[in-house]
């Protein structure tokens, strides 16, 4: 630091000098390192010198002059490097703005070791960058789900017109996403249908048409996209159910076939055989259940009705076992049989089918029974015999 003293008048070639320059440290000792007020004083002490002092300076404001102008130049050169340095920090702040609109985020706002005040821009530069990263990431990720969903997905727009599909819909229809977009919703359908009709599906089987102008069968389901109050149009879900389709049309198939079949079983399984005019018999194969019980008593009464025999013939020799409803199921057909004046004869009888009917206490009345079908159909045409002589007897 340098320190000035007064040194009184003293002769220049201007004549005499007698200002009071006072006693004055230079620069002040609170002054600190070089600073724009540092720099501001050292001008007005340059102000205070006469242009004498310049011109014909004295040793010691020769040396007061110097340090003044080494100490100008120290903050001038401190200054610059301040706005060299506060440039460059815009410089770098402005391309981290470039890097963050072009979705670059590897750019990332340095802050100052001495917190300066641009580090509030910094800050809020580093707090946009994550939320511009996740905001990015997270669309990427719904992108990405988009297009790999397996049903084909149309987004339509609040005016009808396809705004963009995924992979499977090109996959499905077979045209390409550019040959889609911009075109109506309702071109992708066999059906005319206006947009609103189409926001309305929720599951509906409808009949979408290819490229190649096949029919294909899809289930339609629509949901509306809304921002606030705000309608932007809707997404339109198209599953493939061709193969579905055609899967219930061959399973229908297939089970009215079975379904034919197992009529004709049943009817094979229990016919109603003429052995004479006035005797028919009613073999019985495999096992009876309820259901087939109610087709032996259907056949049996349609065919009494039809041939109107004298005697009716149940043989059950081939019913592997006879439990409560089958024995049930017997004693129901033989009433109704007796019913319409025919006599019904129970062949095939084993001895566990006579304890279960004990068991039951099930009665027969008016049943005649026998343990094969050929005695049964002995005895029946004992009695049509025995019949037939009974009215020359009595003549």
Known sequence: MLRVEQLGPRQTPMGTDDRDDGRRDWPPPSAGPPSDAGLREAVTMLRRLRAGDLVFPSRERGGLIGEILREIEALGSKVLSERKTEDERIATLTNVVVQLAALNFEARAAISPGHDKLDGIAAGLNMLREELQSSTVSRAYLDSVFASMADALVVVDASGLVRTVNRATTELLGFTDRELVGKPVSTLFLEELDPAQILALHGHEMQCLTKSGAVLEASVSSSPLQSGSTSEGFVCVLRDITDRKRAEEERMRLEEAIRAKNDLIRTMSTPLIPITDEIVVMPLVGTLDRERADQVLESLLRGIAAIQPRVAILDITAVPVVDADVASALVRAAHAARLLGVDVVLTG???????????????????????????????????????????????
């Open 349 to 395: 009888l084993r001895a566990e089918v006579a304890k279960t009917l004990v068991d039951m206490g099930l009665d027969l009345p008016g049943v005649r029974t026998c343990s094969t079908l050929k005695s049964g159909i002995a005895l029946s045409m004992n009695r049509k015999a025995q019949k037939a002589e009974a009215p020359r007897r009595s003549s």
